[in-house]
């Protein structure tokens, strides 16, 4: 079952149009929306909440539609954009108390478990927290509220890497039980490599692909030649780094096959997206 459903999301900005942008995110599973800086992730996500008012398109959370039925669906929605960076004075005693009159189901057990669970005292101001542990008191204000959909944009961007991966496991157990769902917008592509069920890739606004993770990865292949083999196979590159020595690149799985001489390797998500972008690059060149 689809826990959220973006049907044809449009907003236009001057120099900017996010462009009938359509995914869904199943129950269970953990979500992750990547795109270079500028290609409209976090545009994607306030439109879904509405904090900034869609020109177009609808979205459904548990099957309602979620613009019409805000203040319910908001209340199982967790949403932590970025670093946790207000209220920097204040003791997290002090935000849990005005965040728990929000939320009728606010579970103060749950609050208390997750606050020793993430190592955090409620004495402590948000300015002496690291930024590792803001996020962590953002997941833990929003699971005490029994959010059914975690919303994260860029949530590890910062963080050191011995950090993000305890995040990452923060995240993967938070979906265990099968009822929890998380959207995951990120740039840190190995972070997705590690606890993404599906991707969601965007690209100046619009959806170049929404798959599991698997499917993603298997439809496309690193390919590497010489100098000679480059012109022979241009045009079946989605894009590609040239050198002194011949190129490497990236194709489509059947395209891969089909092209003798060359050699052949898995693609990961990183280089997917990196070739990818490249695409641009070598258009501007040719025109």
């Not at 995914?23 to 500028?38: H, L, S």
């Not at 909440?49 to 039925?69: I, P, Q, Y």
């Not at 998380?182 to 993404?196: R, V, Y």
């Not at 190129?247 to 001489?261: I, N, S, V, W």
Request: hydrophobic letters at 35%; a negative charge.
């Amino acid at each position: 079952m689809n826990i959220l459903q973006v049907q044809n999301l449009s907003k236009q900005y001057p120099g900017f149009r996010l462009d009938r942008v359509s995914f869904d995110v199943e129950e269970g599973c953990i979500m992750g929306f990547i795109g270079r800086n500028g290609a409209g992730k976090t545009t994607t996500i306030k439109s879904i909440l509405n904090l900034v008012h869609a020109d177009g398109g609808s979205v459904l959370f548990e099957g309602r539609d979620l613009w019409a039925n805000e203040t319910e669906c908001k209340k199982q929605i967790g949403l932590v954009l970025g670093e946790f960076n207000y209220y920097k004075r204040k003791k997290l005693k002090a935000i849990a108390d005005v965040t728990k009159r929000f939320y009728p189901d606010w579970d103060e057990q749950t609050y208390r478990t997750l606050l020793q669970r993430f190592s955090l005292d409620p004495e402590k101001r948000i300015n002496e927290l690291s930024q590792g542990m803001r996020v962590k008191f953002a997941l833990a204000l929003a699971l005490s509220h029994h959010a059914k959909l975690l919303v994260l944009d860029e949530p590890t961007s910062g963080l050191d890497p011995v950090s993000r991966d305890e995040l990452l496991d923060i995240f993967r157990s938070i979906i265990e039980d099968g009822e929890h769902s998380i959207l995951f917008s990120t740039h840190i592509i190995s972070d997705l490599e590690k606890c993404a069920d599906y991707i969601t890739y965007i690209k100046h606004g619009r959806i170049v692909v929404s798959t599991d993770a698997d499917s993603f990865r298997d439809a496309y292949r690193l390919v590497s030649g010489e100098t000679e083999d480059l012109e022979r196979h241009r045009d079946r590159l989605i894009g590609y780094r040239a050198h002194a020595f011949g190129f490497t690149g990236l194709m489509r799985k059947e395209d891969a096959q089909a092209a003798d001489g060359l050699k052949v390797a898995p693609a990961d998500m990183e280089s997917i997206m990196i070739y990818t972008e490249k695409e641009d690059d070598h258009e501007s060149a040719a025109e």
